[in-house]
T-cell receptor
Framework: SQTIHQWPATLVQPVGSPLSLECTVE??????LYWYRQAAGRGLQLLFY??????ISSEVPQNLSASRPQDRQFILSSKKLLLSDSGFYLC????????????FGPGTRLTVT | GESVGLHLPTLSVQEGDNSIINCAYS??????FIWYKQESGKGPQFIID?????DKRQGQRVTVLLNKTVKHLSLQIAATQPGDSAVYFC?????????????FGKGTKLSVKP
């Protein structure tokens, strides 16, 4: 069966510090991968998606970036965090092909102080 | 996109009653729709999905209804239980399926009173 992992689970970082969040998927190959951000009490905002190694599409211009160094690894980064980067970050995957369910990870709670 | 306002719409129901959660979607060309359940501090979990060639689909205690004429989606939960308390999101596939990208609705918070 497939599983998706995210770490860390929680993170408190000062403004201006760097960020690296990691997401890995097990039990599947060549998945589509997604990063979402969820502000408190709000819906999900798609940040990045990837259909293959090294292929990243950005949905929202901001100070975040994403990379996919391996088939089942998706990383969200920032060089300098802003207060507005605080939120709940969710990674998701789905098999390639037509429309279908996305499977979400447990999320990372990021607080920028 | 982002929700407008600071608070999610809330639906409060009595345990054992039926719940109906509504969602208006944005793109008349969307061909696939999903309902997710998100408990506090966790990632969303799949509940049920429906394709645009259907009007209704039933699962265990849940039914999704799709009205393409008015771009409306609803989730019905039968005999609501305390464990159903969560935020419910609808999502539509908006890019023709090539990437499987979903656009999420604002979410509705369901509170079940024992």
């Amino acid at each position: 069966s497939q599983t998706i992992h995210q770490w860390p689970a929680t993170l408190v970082q000062p403004v201006g510090s760097p960020l690296s969040l990691e997401c890995t998927v097990e039990g599947t190959s060549n998945p589509n991968l997604y990063w979402y951000r969820q502000a408190a009490g709000r819906g999900l905002q798609l940040l990045f998606y990837s259909v293959g190694i090294g292929q990243i599409s950005s949905e929202v211009p901001q100070n975040l970036s994403a990379s996919r160094p391996q088939d089942r690894q998706f990383i969200l980064s920032s060089k300098k965090l802003l207060l507005s980067d605080s939120g709940f970050y969710l990674c998701a995957w789905r098999p390639t092909g037509g429309p279908g369910e996305q499977y979400f990870g447990p999320g990372t709670r990021l607080t920028v102080t | 996109g982002e929700s407008v306002g600071l608070h999610l719409p809330t639906l409060s129901v009595q345990e054992g009653d039926n719940s109906i959660i509504n969602c208006a979607y944005s793109n008349s060309a969307s061909d696939y729709f999903i309902w997710y359940k998100q408990e506090s501090g966790k990632g969303p979990q799949f509940i049920i999905d429906i394709r645009s060639n259907m009007d209704k689909r039933q699962g265990q205690r849940v039914t999704v209804l799709l009205n393409k004429t008015v771009k409306h989606l609803s989730l019905q939960i039968a005999a609501t239980q305390p464990g159903d308390s969560a935020v419910y999101f609808c999502a539509e596939n908006w890019d023709g399926g090539s990437q499987g990208n979903l656009i999420f609705g604002k979410g509705t918070k369901l509170s079940v009173k024992p």
